[in-house]
């Protein structure tokens, strides 16, 4: 599975951005989904994740009620929409794939990451 993520940017605390994910080489449908993200000088951590149904979504603590995960199974395509952005979002996000109910942990596949900075 190919992953390739799009829609980072630099957005001003409070705004929001829709960060998209366009999978490739393998049945998409089959696999769980999520994104991850990494700052600077910390490890990388879940975000959000997603079964390949969309029947099962859940989302790290520090982002519940602020981002939404989805996925277009026509479009190959996962989506991670987050609104009120904090400084402290601030970091490379990853989209993750794995073959399975869940994507973490240990995620197959990985993108090759998209930044999104969030000024104060």
């Known amino acids: 599975v190919q992953l390739v993520e799009s829609g980072g940017g630099l957005v001003q605390a409070g705004g929001s951005l829709r960060l998209s994910c366009a999978a490739s080489?393998?049945?998409?449908?089959?696999?769980?989904m999520g994104w991850f993200r990494q700052a600077p000088g910390k490890e990388r951590e879940f975000v959000a994740g997603?079964?390949?149904?969309?029947?099962?979504?859940y989302y790290a603590d520090s982002v519940k009620g602020r981002f939404t995960i989805s996925r277009d199974n026509a479009k190959n395509t996962v989506y991670l929409q987050m609104n009120s952005l904090k400084p402290e979002d601030t970091a490379v996000y990853y989209c993750?794939?794995?073959?399975?109910?869940?994507?973490?942990?240990?995620?197959?596949?990985w993108g090759q990451g998209t930044q999104v900075t969030v000024s104060s």
């Open positions: 993750a794939a794995k073959h399975g109910l869940l994507v973490r942990p240990n995620p197959n596949y």
């Open positions: 997603i079964s390949w149904s969309g029947g099962s979504i």
């Open positions: 080489g393998r049945t998409f449908s089959n696999y769980a």
